[in-house]
């Protein structure tokens, strides 16, 4: 993944973290932050005015991340993720609750459990989702395991808000999995 940190933004984001904030403020639990957080968001997605032309950019090796924003007090990150046809992360779980909308084309979701046993640790799939634009979905740990693809043939854009700062940590993730998958 390769990140940048657009200097501009737009007027529809700079209202779209207003509303985030507001909702991160009340200091609620982190799914029903998640939950919150992923009405205010739905709204904007796919609205040609949230993103500027270099924030739409993709990389040809991997996916881009470009960060949108990063609250002061590290509670909140809005970054944009550009995947070109075929790109896909690693399977991961993250850092902190988290919403993800769907701004353009479509991103096909593989989600994931530790399998219990006393044997050598593994992972089971236990859903494939494809989400299209206007798609969110939002989960706090435990239990965020999943990988994310471009499974179609143009390019997709997703807005992430994760509960945590990004600009900092560079990432969103906390862990990649490298087991066997069932």
Known sequence: MTTTTPARTT???????SEIRTVVERGLAPDLTAYLVGERLAPHLGAPD??????REGDPERYRQ????????????????????????????????CVAGVHLGEESERRFRLAPGTGPARLVATEDVVNAQGDVCGFAPPGDIHKVRNSCTTKAISVHVYGADVSRLGTSIRRVYTLPVD
Do not use: K, N
């Open 50 to 55: 949230l993103l500027t032309e270099a924030q």
């Open 11 to 17: 007027t529809r984001m700079a209202a779209l973290v």
């Open 66 to 97: 470009h960060i949108l924003h990063a609250e002061s007090d590290g509670s909140f990150s809005v970054v944009a993720l550009v995947w070109l046809p075929g790109q896909e992360t690693c399977i991961h779980d993250h850092v902190s609750w």
